[in-house]
């Protein structure tokens, strides 16, 4: 397969873990979420990837109202950037082990339908979908997304005309986006996002992430991204099998060995990669064009 010759870029802002005691640089209010957004974007990303955090502790939300708040800020500074918001929030259930019917405090489960207000109310030009359920991390934390919330979530994404991007986290969820696609619940172009070293979801190695690759549909659009130290060399491994690439403090905190990093700094970092393998970072219009976005309005 080719390697890719116009690669976009997403940013992952800030995203659901905790990591927020963790560095300085990840944003946690409305205004810091938007203006790394904004920084990214400048930088070179032409999608910015949006989870929100309660503003006063920096625990993961899903309240429409933070949403709202961070893409208006983004708007109102005339920003072009493809606005991309999760809506994989509402998915996680943390059982006793001991009473496995009890769930204990962090678990936030709702319908496939109910995690998408947000995306409801805003008409993102591109919104998360989760395919598939996962034991995440260690512990007895679980990601729970079932064939028929998926396909409920699928319908209403379609219904509201907002390009779904299906995160991936192992192969038997690729095989079941692809059944969304054949039962006619996903519009071409598909969007993948190949989401490596996930514990305990697909390692990041590359021949796992090429075989993953060989199963996509034909036509896709897919990006990859893996954790930690990792990200980087991730860039590289994505584009020279064909794909985009996705890198942010969601996803790894440093630049360097201890040394912290922003969102724009590792956009900055992509976008050295991207260049030094002889490929161009593609515009955000040049990313509407490849993902079947709506022009910019």
């Not at 938007?34 to 309660?54: C, F, K, L, M, Q």
């Not at 409920?152 to 690729?174: C, H, M, S």
Request: charged share 20%.
């Amino acid at each position: 397969m080719p390697m890719n010759s116009s690669v976009v870029i997403t940013c992952a802002l800030t995203g659901a873990g905790d990591t927020v005691g963790r560095s300085p640089h990840v944003p946690v209010t409305p205004e810091q979420i938007a203006r790394s957004a904004v920084e990214a974007a400048g930088a070179g990303a032409a999608v910015v990837h949006i989870h929100v955090r309660d503003p006063e502790t920096g625990a993961p939300a899903r309240d429409p109202r933070l949403y709202r708040e961070v893409v208006e800020r983004i708007k109102e500074t005339g920003t072009d950037v493809v606005i991309n918001l999760t809506a994989g929030m509402g998915g996680d259930l943390v059982i006793d082990p001991e009473n496995p019917l009890t769930h204990l405090p962090g678990t936030d489960l709702v319908g496939g339908v109910e995690r998408l207000p947000h995306v409801e109310e805003l008409l993102p030009d591109i919104c998360t979908l989760d395919c598939g359920s996962l034991n995440f991390g260690e512990g007895s934390n679980l990601y729970i997304s079932t064939p028929d919330m998926l396909r409920a979530g699928a319908k209403r994404i379609q219904e509201l005309g907002v390009r779904p991007e299906l995160e991936i986290f192992d192969t038997g969820q690729l095989w079941f986006a692809k059944q969304l696609r054949d039962e006619g619940l996903l519009d071409d172009p598909t969007v993948f996002q190949l989401c490596m070293g996930i514990p305990w979801g697909a390692p990041a190695e590359p021949g796992v992430l090429k075989s993953m690759v060989d199963m996509l549909p034909e036509g896709a659009q897919w990006a990859s991204f893996a954790l930690g130290r990792m990200q980087m060399p991730w860039v590289a491994q994505s584009i020279l099998l064909g794909g985009n690439v996705r890198v942010g403090l969601e996803d790894n905190l440093y630049l360097s060995k201890g040394v912290k990093a922003t969102n724009a700094q590792l956009v900055e970092r992509a976008v050295q990669i991207t260049e030094l393998l002889g490929a161009q970072v593609a515009t955000p219009d040049q990313a509407r064009e490849r993902l079947g976005l709506k022009p910019r309005a």
